[in-house]
């Protein structure tokens, strides 16, 4: 069934132009490959996690300097070219999810587990300083790993 003129995606969008936020105040921004995408998607992140989203961004980019970023499925996505990706986040309601695809390769391995044998989760709650060295630790593993090819 066609849908009416009225209703087209941009409906969805508040009149203000910013991207609707989703559950637990994730952005809803169009799939896009680049950086443009991706600072769209930080931009659009709510309160603390904005900060939080772009420290997590500056430093993926400081420890692999030949990233690859898109925005898929409501989400930052990280990878190199021709390896699939090695890391995304998602907007929780409490808390920032940082997914690494290859996660249970990585020492240490991060803390919460997935569903997934392979992708392990670290997450990022509000007021709660994380271990940048830790962190840049496993995305320089994840990187070098054979990443996640959807």
Not at 39 to 46: F, G, H, I, S, V
Not at 52 to 69: E, T, W, Y
Not at 95 to 103: E, L, M, N, S, T
Not at 137 to 149: D, V
């Amino acid at each position: 069934m066609a849908q009416s003129p009225s209703r087209t995606r941009s409906a969805t969008r508040p009149a203000t132009g910013k991207p609707v936020l989703l559950a637990g105040g994730n952005p809803q921004i169009p799939k896009g490959d680049g950086d443009a995408p991706v600072q769209a998607y930080l931009d659009a992140m709510p309160g603390w996690k904005q900060d939080v989203g772009r420290r997590l961004d500056a430093l993926i980019a400081r420890n692999v300097p030949d990233v690859s970023k898109a925005v898929r499925w409501n989400s930052p996505f990280y990878g190199r070219a021709g390896q699939g990706w090695f890391l995304s986040f998602h907007c929780m309601t409490r808390y920032i999810k940082v997914a690494f695809f290859r996660g249970m390769s990585l020492d240490p391995v991060p803390p919460v587990e997935s569903r997934d044998k392979d992708t392990r989760y670290f997450h990022i709650h509000e007021g709660e300083a994380f271990d940048e060295a830790l962190m840049a630790h496993w995305i320089r593993q994840a990187a070098t790993l054979p990443g996640w090819k959807p």
